[in-house]
């Protein structure tokens, strides 16, 4: 069984900086493809960063040159580095598995989902 759990999220302010990780259990980070998405409140859910076993990383547009996505393949966790952050950051974010080979950008190729991790971001 995939679990997937993250931790980091926090309040913060605008401009800060914050670090998201996601350690899964019953799956291995290093040979998996996945990513973030997050859920403003009142909005859809939404693709953030992907990262692909084979190292290829993803960013939606709104989030390219402040959000940087890894990995540590000895912890078996990934991250999410923020910076910059806005207010529009703010949001739950969700770490993600994506189904088979599926990079895992749009919501239908997502295979497993974590809890989330709440960040808000004041002005």
């Known amino acids: 069984q995939v679990q997937l759990v993250e931790s980091g999220g926090g309040l913060v302010q605008a401009g800060d900086s914050l670090t998201l990780s996601c350690t899964a259990s019953g799956r291995t980070v290093s040979t998996s493809n996945m990513g973030w998405f997050r859920q403003a409140p009142g909005k859809e859910r939404e693709f953030v960063s992907a990262l692909t076993g084979n190292g290829n990383t993803f960013y939606a547009d709104s989030v390219k040159g402040r959000f940087t996505i890894s990995r540590d393949n000895t912890k078996n966790t990934m991250y999410l580095q923020i910076h910059s952050l806005k207010p529009e950051d703010t949001a739950v974010y969700y770490c993600?598995?994506?189904?088979?080979?599926?990079?895992?950008?749009?919501?239908?190729?997502?295979?497993?989902w974590g809890q989330g991790t709440q960040v808000t971001v004041s002005s």
């Open positions: 993600t598995v994506a189904q088979g080979r599926r990079v895992g950008m749009r919501a239908s190729e997502i295979g497993y």
